[in-house]
C-alpha cells in the first residue's frame, strides 16, 4: 500500500509560481513513476509530468513543458511539481499518483493522491 499526500496548491495570480508537494508513505519502491496530472471542471484528467524514482528521468506534457519542473527528494520521499509562469489555463484540481511503468495513462496509475486545488487567476 502506498500512500499519497498533496499540498501547496492555492491562488494565485497569472505569471506567478506555485510549489506543489506530494508525500509518499508506505510500502514503496524505487522503480515507481511518480506523476502529477490535473482534472479541470468539465474535463477529463489529464497529465503533467512525472518523474522516475530510480533514474530521475522526468516527463511533461507539451502544455507545461518549459513553465514545470518536477523533481523529487529521495531522503523526504517526497515529488514536488515546480510552476511557473502560471496561466487561468492551469486552474485545476492537481493529483500525484504512482505507477508501476513508464506510463502518461491515467488508468495505469494504482495510488491517487486527494488533490490540491490550484487556481489561477487573470
Known amino acids: 500500500q502506498v500512500q499519497l499526500v498533496e499540498s501547496g496548491g492555492g491562488l494565485v495570480q497569472a505569471g506567478g509560481s506555485l510549489r506543489l508537494s506530494c508525500v509518499a508513505s508506505g510500502r514503496t519502491f524505487s522503480r515507481h513513476l511518480m506523476g502529477w496530472f490535473r482534472q479541470a471542471p468539465g474535463k477529463e484528467r489529464e497529465f503533467v509530468a512525472s518523474?522516475?524514482?530510480?533514474?530521475?528521468?522526468?516527463y511533461y506534457a507539451d502544455s507545461v513543458k518549459g513553465r514545470f519542473t518536477i523533481s523529487r527528494d529521495n531522503a523526504k520521499n517526497t515529488v514536488y511539481l515546480q510552476m511557473s509562469s502560471l496561466k487561468p489555463e492551469d486552474t485545476a484540481v492537481y493529483y500525484c499518483a504512482t505507477a508501476w511503468t513508464i506510463t502518461t495513462i491515467k488508468e495505469e496509475y494504482d495510488y491517487w493522491g486527494q488533490g490540491t486545488q490550484v487556481t489561477v487567476s487573470s
Open positions: 518523474i522516475r524514482w530510480s533514474s530521475g528521468n522526468t
